[in-house]
């Protein structure tokens, strides 16, 4: 037990240090957006909002948590909108391209499931937007999450910023050595026997676990595909609903609790219904 605790920690620490700087940065611009700016910046974001996804897609391909974890702080403070942040969670590989690049996995292949996931990125992210529109009315500004936090953005966006990323770092920490802990006890055998040969039940799991907010997830899932343990309908459908921390901190700091369920609802569809397809298609 002792064990896996020490493991745990070890990957908590490894997995959180990277994602609490990108939060740091990304907090620190949204102060200087906010204050530096006076809103014309975030004014003319919103303006050429109607590409945002496209350009989510783009950028979620990127391997790391933290761009989720920005996305999520952006869409908060009503920079993107919600079709941009799904197409962010969507298109996010986490460590799954360098996973299979340290396994010499064939570039197609990897090029494959990329393509996949930015095309399920901005098709759902356009959608949703052209559904939904961009709801402006319900923005809240920068400086209304900094009044609710207590972050005391009046002495300055410097600190500002740090106890916004000390606020959910913290929380991120807890929850990441927990589940990392979970992880190391049930074991990887445990996860691919619910996965394994089953063309619709397997991506129905797959999200499920997709649902581990950190790196852990995303690495074994990618880990049990390159081993033959699970097909590629539970490998897309596991890495599309795999968003990293970013629904985590999505629910850290957006005050919105029924707006945040409708997104991890829509999140798990898009993911469960690429990966069914994909198991049919790809056989």
């Known amino acids: ?48 909002g109607r590409l945002g996804p496209v350009v989510g897609a783009l950028a979620g391909v990127v391997p790391q948590c933290g761009f989720s974890a920005a996305a999520s702080n952006l869409y908060a403070g009503r920079v993107i909108t919600m079709g941009t942040l799904l197409s962010v969670y969507l298109s996010t590989s986490d460590e799954m391209l360098p996973v299979m690049l340290s396994a010499h996995a064939p570039v197609d292949m990897i090029a494959g499931i990329l393509l996949v996931k930015v095309l399920a990125g901005m098709t759902a992210g356009l959608l949703i937007d052209l559904l939904c529109g961009h709801r402006r009315e319900e923005h809240e500004p920068i400086h209304e999450i900094c009044r609710q936090e207590h972050c005391g953005c009046e002495r300055g966006i410097f600190r500002s910023a740090l106890i916004h990323t000390l606020q959910v770092g913290m929380f991120l920490l807890l929850i990441s050595f927990v589940l990392n802990l979970v992880l190391e006890i049930l074991g990887e055998d445990v996860l691919a026997g619910f996965l394994l040969n089953r063309p619709i039940a397997g991506p129905l799991v797959a999200g499920i676990v997709g649902f581990i907010p950190n790196c852990a997830a995303s690495v074994a899932i990618t880990e049990l595909y390159l081993e033959g343990l699970i097909g590629v309908g539970s490998l897309l459908s596991g890495l599309l609903v795999g968003a990293g921390v970013g629904l985590l901190v999505l629910f850290r700091v957006n005050r919105r609790r029924s707006e945040n369920c409708k997104i991890v609802a829509i999140l798990y569809l898009v993911g469960v219904l690429v990966g069914i397809a994909a198991e049919f298609l790809l056989k």
């Open 1 to 48: 037990m002792l064990h896996a605790v020490e493991h745990a920690a070890a990957h908590t620490i490894e997995d959180s240090v990277l994602v609490i700087l990108i939060l740091f940065l990304t907090y620190l611009a949204m102060e200087y957006l906010e204050h530096g700016t006076g809103g014309k910046l975030q004014l003319l974001m919103r303006k050429s």
